[in-house]
């Protein structure tokens, strides 16, 4: 196969086994380069509370920074228990209001679809007008086993609704921090979904950059549109992780088509895996190409995305959704959604009381408007993704 397109025409013809075959090379090569990149740790904060320069600068040299030991055993147990909650009440085929047990599917008073699907081992993006047509080149598709489920959850939205233990990760003081750090002391909220990769089933990413809106600014610069946190619940390995091009971020909009033909397949030259292992996170700015293959491998990965911009990106920005819904951010708008930084730091205070809880800036002061309570579970938590912002 020397082209996307010859690639893609194969797809479903090729067998699991066949997937893992010609990934394999791959998988081996860019994993090296990966552990050869020196931007993996832990959260070191100095006394003033504020990240290490020295992460923040090979976050901004690579365009990502692998977090080690940042959920400890006991929250990553309570984070996969409530995943799995989740995808056990997720109904039997998107149309269906019951699951596989019988029971009215988990959904009610959710406004927005808390489920995403899509076919085993598909690209249900790559080369469609899909999501503002960011998404130019069809991945290798593969065909799933002959007791594959006719469809598989690709994405869980809304994960601070649907998980409380979400709502308290989203409170994480080292996390906040490196936030701060990244966009500054008053960042503000993108949304947080879950990605689900089930083992031979998980479908793929197709190559993008995630921004839409400031390519063109006359200021745009290597941070205009944020970034995401990816925190893992299971191995994520090179066979089911995301891939991103290092230092990506800089280059502005990248015709994705042409580095696709230039590297002769839709595995693009130089690329590495994002390689974790379980209660890590990592951080990845959300204007490096990145993508992921469809899961032909025997194991699970499932991400907690957290995203967040820098608010001069947001405040009086008017843009269009990926749904093609066009929007204007007040300050109205924000600050709603950014109450949802400080319920999270309260219920994890509430969880986790012998850690320092982060100062969330624009908010400080305004702590016990934002309490973590069956109140404003109601009020503030229900339905809260109708407010996400994209840029």
């Known amino acids: 196969m020397t082209s996307a397109t010859a690639t893609a025409e194969a797809g479903p013809s090729l067998t699991v ?25 832990p959260i070191v904060l100095g006394p003033d509370g504020r990240l290490d320069p020295s992460i923040l600068e090979a976050y901004w040299t690579y365009g990502f920074y692998v977090f080690t030991g940042v959920v400890g055993a006991q929250e990553l147990a309570e984070l996969r228990a409530d995943v799995d909650r989740v995808i056990e009440g997720a109904p039997v085929a998107p149309d269906a209001t019951v699951d596989r047990h019988g029971r009215p599917a988990l959904g009610a008073g959710i406004v927005k679809p808390p489920y995403r699907w899509a076919k085993p081992l598909s690209d249900p993006l790559g080369g469609t007008d899909k999501n503002n047509g960011r998404h130019p080149v069809k991945m290798l598709e593969a065909r799933p086993a002959d007791d594959a489920p006719e469809w ?13 233990s979400c709502l308290r990760l989203y409170g994480h003081p080292g996390l906040l921090a490196v936030a701060a750090a990244i966009n500054g002391e008053d960042f503000v ?3 947080e979904v879950t990605f689900v990769k089930e083992p031979g089933l998980g479908p793929s990413v197709a190559w993008h ?22 925190t893992q619940l299971y191995p994520s390995t090179a066979a089911n992780c995301v891939w991103m ?14 580095l696709v033909a230039e590297s002769g397949s839709e595995r693009i030259a130089g690329a590495v895996p994002m390689l974790c292992e379980p ?7 959300r204007q ?3 993508g992921s293959f469809a899961n032909s491998s025997p194991d699970r990965r499932v991400t907690l995305n957290e995203g967040f911009f820098p608010r001069r990106r947001v405040l009086n920005v008017t843009t269009k959704k990926l749904n093609g819904d066009l929007v204007t951010y007040d300050e109205a708008h924000i600050a709603e959604r950014s109450r949802l930084i400080q319920l999270g730091i309260d219920a994890r205070r509430q969880r986790f009381p012998d850690e320092t809880p982060f100062v969330y ?24 993704n109708l407010r996400d912002m994209f840029i």
């Not at 016990?368 to 109601?378: I, K, L, V, Y």
Request: with cysteine; charged share 25%.
């Open 245 to 258: 091009l290092p230092g990506s971020h800089k280059l502005g909009k990248v015709d994705i088509k042409r």
């Open 288 to 290: 490096c190409v990145h």
């Open 189 to 191: 909220p993108y949304n």
């Open 17 to 41: 086994a066949d997937h893992a075959r010609a990934m394999a090379d791959y998988m081996r090569e860019g994993t090296a380069r990966a552990y050869a990149l020196p931007n993996r740790g």
């Open 279 to 285: 209660g890590e996170t990592m951080v990845l700015n």
């Open 152 to 164: 598989t959850v690709q994405l869980l939205d809304g994960n601070l609704h649907l998980m409380e």
């Open 361 to 384: 800036k624009p908010l400080a002061g305004r702590e016990n408007e934002n309490r973590w309570s069956d109140d404003t579970r109601a009020r503030l938590l229900a339905n809260y």
């Open 209 to 230: 950059q995630d921004g839409t809106t400031h390519w063109t600014s006359p200021d745009w610069d290597e941070g205009a549109h944020g970034f995401n946190f990816m």
